[in-house]
């Protein structure tokens, strides 16, 4: 399984046992939520044995996140800078 880790945040104090993630993958197409962190934490077996918590916050198709990515965009308030 091939997915970008678009936001890794380290929840443990900085000891790396606790993660939030947001991943990206081609391979969530047509899949459900469970089925997509189904599949990641399948991926992450081995990692897994070292990481006490593993938090998937989104699980997105690259469609899904670039609608997230404009829609956070747009939504950001205009600049203003004097």
């Not at 197409?29 to 997509?36: A, H, S, T, V, W």
């Not at 699980?59 to 670039?66: E, V």
Request: charged share 25%.
């Amino acid at each position: 399984m091939f997915f970008y880790f678009q936001e890794v945040i380290d929840t443990s104090g900085g000891c790396g046992a606790s993660f939030q993630v947001e991943i990206v993958s081609e391979e969530f197409e047509g899949k459900r939520l469970l089925e997509r962190h189904r599949m990641v934490n399948g991926a992450l077996v081995e990692e897994m044995k070292d990481i006490h918590a593993l938090s998937i916050t989104k699980a997105l198709t690259p469609d899904q996140w670039n609608i997230k990515q404009q829609e956070s965009a747009t939504s950001q308030p205009p600049s203003t800078t004097t």
